[in-house]
């Protein structure tokens, strides 16, 4: 067969395995925004299930074996967006070919299974339950990363988990993470420390006034078309927990949850979730239901969300240019507040407990602590009885406040019960993309006074010319540097929390 037959073959064989992930996609999309009660278990589960597995069959088959075999032997030769679609595939094969059938069943009924006791551990405040399981996840996952044909890294004393973070971004190592996170821990840990010793308070109790679900309605709309979310191509839902969920190319939708005490919730999640959308509704058309059609990585997905929602949605600028529209919605009830005091009572500092709860000064403190505690976990210098006390020791030393409990400690967070390691450092990874990206963008534009202006369709431009018309074309280091040469950099990051806090 020529290449050309190959390479038209390969690309059809992976429309029919996106078809499956998308079925599933709109599965998953309806069963937590619209579905009638009685729909959701166990038939609907069941179809999610077949559809998921057909999908996976077709990622591990000999025939998707013989693509990646022929199209290896001549790759030298391959378009870009043919050799993207090789790499990805590729690693989807090699992470699952060598696991067996067996384990591979019985670490999906251990995560299903884990999920439920982390979620009681969580009410009942009760860590010894879930720390067996919790063994039992991280042991399952050492042997599975081990069963990979990967080139991460084999000589890294933190294997296992390089090849966890290889997941979510691709490139990334411990080494590099170490460096990352020391420059961090160098600088938030001290400027956090003067924010709390200046005394200074900023009233916030204004934003506990109620805003009717109408009004926030309108906020939101408000908020995407300022930021430019293209309702042609998506919409917006309400979930516990807000998402974005990509079903297909030209559908992106997204979520939110409104609080009629706290409407900034909102407003912010809809921030967010929105440039998550946005870097999708972006992707070059020529890609559109590939494989390419997605974010590059976890990290890079997070820094257009973090993007939007923290150097936009957060700035003066952006409070002066939006205060009129949003008081005509708002009205009398917050007539005595002005630009500046909503500005300030969104950039509260201080330190807290909750992960999600956050500010963007603390927010990479709490990722740390994980980060940390991931890595002695993998490379077995801890065993998961000592995670408690190890979790509050850390907190007290970066963020001076201690949990009460471990339900707002150690248990808060819901990735370790379905077997998530690796995930937290895309977050923070994310942030810093987001002040990287800022300061190569001012370069090109006065980025702050076109916020001030409403001119963010200039910036969204820039972001789709540099980041979303590639898809996941490029591996997240490529793109970046692709700018102005310089891969991750957490130099940008503290610069920019130091400007903003000090
Ligand atoms: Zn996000």
Redo the contacts with the bound molecule.
């Keep these: 067969m020529s290449l050309d037959n190959t390479i038209e073959n390969f690309k059809a064989y992976l429309e029919r395995k996106n078809a499956f992930s998308r079925a599933g996609g709109l599965y998953g999309w309806d069963m937590q925004t619209a579905n009638p009660p009685a729909a959701g278990m166990p038939y609907r589960a069941k179809t999610m299930a077949i559809l998921a597995e057909e999908e996976f069959k077709m990622s591990i088959s000999e025939e998707m074996k013989s693509y990646l075999t022929e199209l290896e032997a001549h790759f030298d030769s391959l378009s870009d967006d043919v050799k993207a679609m090789h790499r990805i595939c590729k690693k989807q094969y090699y992470d699952n070919i060598n696991i067996p059938a067996e384990e591979a069943r019985a670490f999906e009924e251990l995560k299903v299974k884990g999920y439920e006791v982390w979620r009681n551990a969580k009410i009942n405040n009760d860590f010894k339950s879930f720390s067996p399981y919790l063994k039992q996840l991280v042991d399952y996952q050492k042997k599975f990363v081990a069963y990979r044909d990967d080139s991460v890294n084999t000589d890294n004393i933190y294997h296992a988990y390089d090849s966890l973070l290889a997941d979510y971004e691709p490139g990334l190592t411990c080494k590099d993470l170490d460096v990352f996170f020391a420059k961090i821990r160098e600088a938030i840990v001290p400027l956090l420390k003067d924010v709390v010793a200046s005394g200074n308070v900023i009233d916030t109790s204004f934003l506990n006034r109620p805003v009717s679900l109408e009004k926030q309605k309108r906020i939101a709309r408000l908020i995407m078309d300022t930021l430019g979310f293209d309702f042609d191509k998506g919409l917006l839902a309400e979930t516990e927990h807000p998402f974005?969920g990509a079903i297909a190319h030209n559908d992106v939708r997204i979520t939110t949850h409104y609080y009629e005490n706290n409407f900034l919730s909102s407003l912010f999640s809809v921030a967010?979730?929105s440039?998550?959308a946005i870097y999708d509704q972006n992707v070059s058309e020529a890609y559109a239901d590939t494989v390419v059609d997605n974010g590059t990585s976890f990290g890079i997905?997070?820094s257009q969300?973090?993007f939007f929602e923290n150097v936009i949605c957060r700035s003066l600028e952006f409070w002066q240019y939006i205060y009129d529209d949003i008081m005509e919605i708002l009205g009398d009830d917050f007539k005595d507040i002005t630009a500046e005091q909503f500005y300030r009572a969104a950039n509260v500092a201080q330190p807290s407990l909750i992960r999600i709860e956050a500010d963007e000064l603390t927010y990479s403190l709490h990722i740390m602590i994980r980060y940390e505690v991931e890595k002695l976990l993998f490379s077995g210098d801890i065993d998961v009885n000592d995670l408690p006390a190890l979790w509050n020791e850390k907190m007290k030393e970066y963020l001076g406040i201690e949990p009460a409990d471990d339900k707002t400690g150690i248990l808060q967070d819901v990735h370790w019960s379905y077997s998530s390691f690796g995930y937290f450092p895309s977050?923070s990874v994310?942030s810093a993309y987001a002040a990287q990206l800022l300061a190569y963008m001012e370069k090109d534009m006065d980025v702050y006074g076109n916020i001030r202006n409403g001119n963010i369709a200039a910036i969204k431009s820039w972001l789709t010319d540099k980041i979303h018309k590639y898809g996941a074309l490029y591996e997240p280091e490529q793109l970046i540097s692709m700018i102005n040469g310089e891969k991750l950099n957490a130099d940008y990051y503290v610069a920019y929390l130091r400007k903003k806090f000090s």
């Design positions: 974005c967010h979730e440039g998550h997905h997070e969300s973090r977050y994310g």
